[in-house]
């Protein structure tokens, strides 16, 4: 089946400590995206990727890192500067940029 | 500043009646606008997209409008059921980044 697979579902911090969330597609899309979903707010950019190697910053880049080694591959970072890691985090893909968005089924990440 | 407005309460609606859902938005130029379902705990799903020299857009029990006049649009879901029961969102795209409303939560009652 081709998708968008995020991993873990669930994900706890300690604080001071660094997480990485996986994001893998194999719908052979060019762009990849990470959003942040918030009760009661809409989805918000952190970072995306037009290519591999190639990635911009989103509106709240702050406190977390991406990289983009494998067309497949879109993994997130949450460092120790992100506060306020708490939220449903959801990686994207499209054909190229601007297409519509396909979603993995997300990751909820809480801190201890 | 820009915002991306939807319903601000829940909408309840009875089965088989038609449902409607806004999006006004402010301060985007957008080229044309999505609209997304979304369940709980999951990612959303693409629904429609409307492009701005477009009016409507419709498939099977959805439909789509876009005036770039009012900075509107309207989502209708005509005979409605409980399955439709989900939180929808509106997207439009602005600078090669899509920006999202705050989804309006839907329930179909049957």
């Known amino acids: 089946d081709g998708g968008i697979t995020q991993s873990p579902k669930y994900l706890f911090r300690k604080e001071g400590q660094n997480v990485t969330l996986s994001c893998e597609q194999n719908l052979n899309h060019d762009a990849m995206y990470w959003y942040r979903q918030d009760p009661g707010q809409g989805l918000r950019l952190i970072y995306y990727?037009?290519?591999?190697?190639?990635?911009q910053k989103g509106d709240i880049a702050e406190g977390y890192s991406v990289s983009r080694e494998k067309k497949e591959s879109f993994p997130l970072t949450v460092t120790s500067a992100q506060k306020n890691p708490t939220a449903f985090y959801l990686c994207a893909s499209s054909i190229q940029v601007n297409e519509k968005l396909f979603f993995g089924s997300g990751t909820q990440l809480s801190v201890l | 500043s820009q915002k991306i407005e939807q319903n601000s309460e829940a909408l309840n609606i009875q089965e088989g009646k038609t449902a409607t859902l806004t999006c006004n938005y402010t301060?985007?130029?957008?080229?044309?606008l999505q609209w997304y379902r979304q369940d709980p705990g999951r990612g959303p799903v693409f629904l429609l997209l409307?492009?701005?020299?477009?009016k409507e857009k419709r498939k099977e029990r959805l439909k789509v409008t876009f005036d770039t006049t009012l900075k509107q649009s309207l989502f209708h879901i005509t005979a409605s059921q409980p399955a439709d029961s989900a939180t929808y969102l509106c997207?439009?795209?602005?600078?090669?980044?899509?920006?999202f409303g705050t989804g309006t939560s839907l329930t179909v009652i049957p």
């Open positions: 301060n985007y130029s957008p080229a044309y």
């Open positions: 409307i492009r701005e020299n477009e």
């Open positions: 990727s037009q290519i591999v190697n190639d990635f």
């Open positions: 997207a439009l795209d602005d600078r090669n980044q899509f920006y």
